[in-house]
């Protein structure tokens, strides 16, 4: 964002929020080492409260849909709904044994973040790598988690296996949900879901919270019951960090899906989500999974 229009809304920011509150201009690494600018908003405890992505707003304050005091008014109204103080006072009681009690598994598009992965536990898994999030509360798209890093783990005597290990356990323990396409659209049509006919099932799987659900790709039992369901081998597409369809291989070549998770990364699921162009194969002999 251009320097003086950003100074002048950091400014309008400080007079809205009043004293015992620090407020600068951040460029934010998200998943995927998607860059993004933000607002972050500390309070009197000295930790930060809240971060407010306000990428694409110097276009609209340029072209006068919004000016510089309404901006403000709205990076507050974020922070003020979003109840994110609750998050600095966690952060400052966090201890060991709250992070490996809360830290779970992620998958990440290794191509686009090996520069990001230098500063992070990870262990390699296919195309992808697996990192870790510590959870430190909420829901769905008010959820709030901190990336394990290196200078993270080194500040609470944390060690890269039993940060792993810990990860590992308390994903699958959050469990993993799989649904079909057909009944999530019944549900939310209000059509009765009819019987598989000619078009191959397709399933998807996640997480219980719907966060980071491609994670479920380090597990054999979801896809073993959906193999074992149609006798068949599967193709796993890995469609965001929150989630993966599966579909029978039975009938499909694997362009198919691999055309398909193409489509879907171009046109519906933004940058910083984005896993694979690669499809997966899980072989209901031996329960492993491969490039397909």
Request: glycine share 10%.
């Amino acid at each position: 964002m251009d320097g003086k229009i950003m100074d002048a809304l950091i400014g309008a920011v400080k007079d809205k929020m009043g004293a015992g509150y620090t407020v600068e201009a951040q460029e934010m690494e998200k998943d995927n080492g998607v860059e993004r600018t933000a607002v972050a908003i500390t309070g009197p405890a000295g930790m930060v409260s809240s971060v407010v992505y306000i990428d694409g707003m110097e276009a609209d304050i340029r072209a006068g849909a919004i000016d510089i005091q309404d901006a403000a008014g709205w990076i507050v109204q974020v922070h003020q709904d979003s109840g994110y103080d609750w998050v600095a006072d966690t952060i400052q009681h966090m201890d060991k044994e709250y992070i490996l009690q809360n830290v779970i598994c992620q998958m990440a598009r290794r191509e686009k973040g090996m520069h990001r992965l230098r500063d992070m536990p990870h262990e390699d898994v296919l195309d992808l790598s697996v990192i870790y999030q510590v959870c430190l509360g909420g829901s769905g798209d008010m959820a709030v988690s901190i990336a394990a890093t290196y200078p993270f783990c080194r500040t609470y005597g944390i060690e890269e296996g039993e940060l792993g290990r810990c990860a590992r356990r308390n994903t699958e323990e959050r469990g993993f949900l799989t649904r079909s396409v057909a009944s999530i659209l019944a549900e939310a049509t209000g059509i009765p879901e009819t019987e598989e006919g000619p078009i191959p099932p397709l399933w998807v799987l996640c997480t219980q919270t719907g966060s980071y659900g491609a994670s479920v790709l380090l597990y054999k039992e979801p896809f073993d019951r959906l193999a074992e369901r149609y006798g068949s081998d599967l193709y796993v597409i890995p469609s965001s960090i929150h989630e993966v369809l599966v579909v029978p291989t039975r009938g499909l070549e694997p362009e198919d899906p691999r055309c398909m998770v193409a489509c879907i990364n171009a046109s519906e699921v933004p940058e910083g989500e984005q896993l694979s162009d690669n499809i997966y194969r899980y072989s209901r002999e031996d329960g492993s999974l491969s490039i397909a």
